[in-house]
């Protein structure tokens, strides 16, 4: 069974920086890509990075210049990706949750979320 646990969210003041962690542990045999997604409540959950297993990123337009998503690293079972993201702004407030997509036809694993808020 493959699990996905995020940390590092919090409060932080506008202009500043938090580093998302996200831990996948299990049995993965496949990586295609993982990805860090927001969502407020009332809206729908947005993409924020992605990176494939090749390296290959895309970032919402929100917030490139501004947020980095690391390559991921393997040790032994584990899988870590990390989301930096720097020069916060309040509307960068909402759970953010990570993803797994293992291809082959596999579904999409997800995390549990953390969140993060940005006073102004």
């Known amino acids: 069974q493959v699990q996905l646990v995020e940390s590092g969210g919090g409060l932080v003041q506008a202009g500043g920086s938090l580093r998302l962690s996200c831990a996948a542990s299990g049995s993965i045999f496949s990586i295609n890509a993982m990805g860090w997604y927001r969502q407020v409540p009332g809206k729908q959950r947005e993409l924020v990075a992605i990176i494939t297993s090749s390296g290959r990123t895309n970032y919402a337009d929100s917030v490139k210049g501004r947020f980095t998503i690391s390559r991921i690293s393997r040790d032994n079972a584990k899988l870590t990706v990390y989301l930096q993201m720097n020069s916060l702004k309040p509307e960068d407030t909402a759970v953010y949750s990570c993803?797994?997509?293992?291809?082959?036809?596999?579904?999409?694993?997800w995390g549990g979320g953390t969140q993060v808020t940005v006073s102004s």
């Open positions: 993803n797994l997509d293992r291809g082959l036809g596999l579904p999409v694993i």
